[in-house]
């Protein structure tokens, strides 16, 4: 069982930055892909980027690229979200979720977080 909780979100301007955290409860977080997605108001739920347990395979939508950095601290039982040169298209309520391997498809993710709303203004 694992229970994730995310923080960070909140209101920027375009270009500006923001660092997302997931942080996670459960024995078995140290183990796990995580990977954060996101849900704008009338879309469906999209991948944003995943990372492997140990840290080292990450993949990224192509629309991130570039531009965010997905990260965990095992330590910490935490993953992070670093987004720079952010877009009004980022807005969406961000989520991240838990699972056994670090895919895009969100079938494959077991345990979600409440989501933290990212608003980029123009």
């Known amino acids: 069982q694992v229970q994730l909780v995310e923080s960070g979100g909140g209101l920027v301007q375009t270009g500006g930055s923001l660092r997302l955290s997931c942080a996670a409860s459960g024995r078995t977080f140290s183990s796990s892909a995580m990977g954060w997605f996101r849900q704008a108001p009338g879309k469906e739920r999209e991948f944003v980027a995943t990372?492997?347990?140990?840290?080292?395979?990450?993949y990224y939508a192509d629309s991130v690229k570039g531009r965010f950095t997905i990260s965990r601290d095992n330590a910490k039982n935490t993953v992070y979200l670093q987004m720079n040169s952010l877009k009004p298209e980022d807005t969406a309520a961000y989520y991240c979720a838990a699972g056994p391997v670090p895919l895009r498809d969100q079938k494959e993710y077991r345990y979600w977080g409440q989501g933290t709303q990212v608003t980029v203004s123009s």
């Open positions: 990372i492997s347990w140990g840290g080292e395979t990450t």
